[in-house]
């Protein structure tokens, strides 16, 4: 079992920055994917992006040279940099664990708001 607490949503101006965090504690795999899902209001929950333990990242094709993914595997943490926010990216950022093996968690979710 796996519990994922996320923390640093809240609401910016476009152009602006945030960055969220995600503490990972319970069994940890060293073959775990970590990384971030979004859903805004209406829609399906999609990929933003994704980190493998040696930091091999995936990005959505729409957050690119924006955000920025990275992980502390001391501390089983997993951030996303997001920086020249716009307002289609106010949604729920969801952090997400998939451990290799079939399993995968899910966080409370996060909201960010970008608004003038």
């Known amino acids: 079992q796996v519990h994922l607490v996320e923390s640093g949503g809240g609401l910016v101006q476009p152009g602006g920055s945030l960055r969220l965090s995600c503490v990972a504690s319970?069994?940890?795999?060293?073959?775990?994917?970590m990384g971030w899902y979004r859903q805004a209001p209406g829609r399906q929950r999609e990929m933003v992006a994704t980190a493998t333990r040696v930091m091999l990242t995936n990005y959505a094709g729409s957050v690119k040279g924006r955000f920025k993914i990275s992980r502390d595997n001391a501390k089983n943490t997993v951030y996303l940099q997001m920086n020249s926010l716009e307002p289609e990216d106010t949604a729920v950022y969801y952090c997400h664990y998939n451990a290799g093996n079939g399993d995968t968690y899910w966080g409370q979710g996060t909201q960010v708001t970008v608004s003038s």
């Open positions: 319970g069994i940890i795999s060293r073959f775990a994917i």
